[in-house]
């Protein structure tokens, strides 16, 4: 790979980061994927959340974007159904103040939709996974769950209102947690998405070289979701999720199995994971809350056991 100094991030970062001049960069990324919700219209919204994240986790400012489609040309959907996933699209891009300026479409079986964003950030501003310090407090902004209780809608047996649910949390955009963790000078930031926390955390520790310890009991979760992992509803996302960690994730004894799971769940367009300084994360929590943010918990904190994640039942 060419080696650019204009390059600042890139592959293994949220997204790909270029210096145009000494107070202008550019940010760029791209995501798509197959539903997780029935509601056409839903599910554009929610492709278009979950693609602008990475920049909000770059502390970017989105600009434009590019429609990135899959779909059968030939059925059996109608064609109106895409239109209806480009509307969501649009509808969340406008939200966001972005302009969708064009794209492309591939003939496929299975629909498929998303972004490709461009952002600018200012070179001294840019959030990242590194920075995190033994001591700082790790606070979440949106709860976690939507792979298991997608993995219920996909097999007819979610909770009543799983469809809404999915829609209002996974298309909140992370804007208003992104402007928080602006305000607040946090350490080390990403967003949470397919790895799940576990995952998602361990980048953040690696590339910080500390440690952490996580506490169940302070984990927001979406309603449902502990009886749906019950019944076995989990995701094959989740278990990889969770083998990858090995023996980077200690569980404590008193932790369960089920928990476990739910703590590396696959995520879609999941919220920030943010470490503060700690003498901080009461105000950035009460700013989040006043925000509206989905939630604003604080769920464990960063330690000196490099690159390892403690599960622990509570504090």
Same mark, same amino acid.
């Given at each position: 790979?060419?080696?650019?100094?204009?390059? !600042?991030?890139?592959?293994?970062?949220?997204?790909?980061?270029? =210096?145009?001049?000494?107070?202008?960069a550019l940010? +760029?990324?791209v995501?798509?994927?197959?539903?997780?919700?029935?509601?056409?219209?839903?599910?554009? $919204?929610v492709? @278009?959340?979950?693609?602008?994240?990475?920049?909000? #986790?770059?502390?970017?400012t989105?600009?434009?974007?590019?429609?990135?489609?899959c779909?059968? *040309?030939k059925?059996p959907?109608?064609?109106?159904?895409?239109?209806k996933?480009?509307?969501?699209?649009y509808? =969340?891009?406008? *939200? #966001?103040?972005?302009?969708?300026?064009?794209g492309?479409s591939?003939?496929?079986?299975?629909?498929?939709?998303?972004?490709?964003?461009?952002?600018?950030?200012?070179?001294?501003?840019?959030?990242?996974?590194?920075?995190?310090?033994?001591g700082?407090?790790?606070?979440?902004?949106?709860?976690?769950?939507?792979g298991?209780?997608?993995?219920?809608?996909k097999?007819d047996?979610?909770?009543?209102?799983?469809?809404?649910?999915?829609?209002?949390?996974?298309?909140?955009?992370?804007?208003k947690?992104?402007?928080?963790a &602006?305000?607040?000078?946090?350490h080390a930031?990403?967003d949470?998405?397919?790895?799940?926390l576990?995952?998602?955390?361990?980048?953040? !520790?690696?590339?910080?070289?500390?440690?952490?310890?996580?506490?169940?009991? +302070?984990?927001?979760?979406?309603?449902?979701?502990?009886?749906?992992?019950? $019944?076995?509803?989990?995701?094959a996302?989740?278990?990889a999720?969770?083998?990858?960690?090995?023996?980077?994730l200690?569980i404590?004894?008193?932790?369960?199995?089920?928990?476990?799971l739910?703590?590396?769940?696959? +995520?879609?367009?999941?919220?920030?994971?943010? @470490?503060?300084?700690?003498?901080?994360?009461?105000?950035l929590?009460?700013?989040?809350?006043?925000?509206?943010?989905?939630a604003?918990?604080?769920?464990?904190?960063?330690?000196?056991?490099?690159?390892?994640?403690?599960?622990q039942?509570? &504090?």
């Amino acid at each position: 790979m060419p080696n650019d100094p204009r390059v !600042l991030l890139g592959v293994g970062d949220d997204a790909g980061v270029y =210096k145009i001049r000494d107070d202008l960069a550019l940010v +760029q990324t791209v995501d798509f994927f197959t539903p997780i919700v029935d509601d056409p219209v839903g599910f554009g $919204m929610v492709a @278009a959340a979950n693609s602008l994240s990475d920049v909000y #986790a770059m502390g970017a400012t989105p600009l434009t974007a590019l429609n990135i489609v899959c779909f059968p *040309e030939k059925g059996p959907l109608d064609m109106g159904i895409l239109a209806k996933i480009l509307e969501g699209g649009y509808r =969340k891009a406008g *939200e #966001a103040g972005v302009s969708i300026i064009g794209g492309h479409s591939v003939d496929d079986k299975e629909p498929k939709y998303g972004l490709a964003v461009t952002g600018t950030v200012h070179p001294d501003e840019i959030l990242s996974k590194k920075g995190a310090r033994p001591g700082d407090l790790l606070v979440l902004t949106k709860p976690l769950g939507t792979g298991v209780l997608a993995t219920a809608l996909k097999a007819d047996m979610e909770p009543e209102g799983t469809d809404q649910l999915l829609i209002d949390i996974c298309a909140f955009l992370n804007d208003k947690a992104a402007q928080a963790a &602006r305000k607040f000078g946090v350490h080390a930031v990403t967003d949470v998405t397919g790895f799940g926390l576990i995952l998602h955390l361990l980048e953040i !520790l690696e590339a910080s070289d500390v440690g952490a310890r996580l506490w169940f009991d +302070q984990l927001p979760l979406l309603p449902g979701v502990d009886e749906c992992v019950d $019944m076995g509803l989990v995701p094959a996302g989740t278990y990889a999720n969770r083998d990858h960690a090995g023996e980077r994730l200690i569980i404590d004894e008193a932790v369960t199995d089920e928990q476990v799971l739910l703590a590396n769940d696959a +995520q879609t367009s999941g919220g920030l994971l943010l @470490a503060v300084p700690p003498e901080k994360a009461e105000a950035l929590v009460a700013e989040l809350a006043e925000l509206g943010v989905p939630a604003n918990a604080v769920i464990g904190k960063v330690t000196d056991q490099k690159h390892t994640v403690r599960l622990q039942p509570g &504090r």
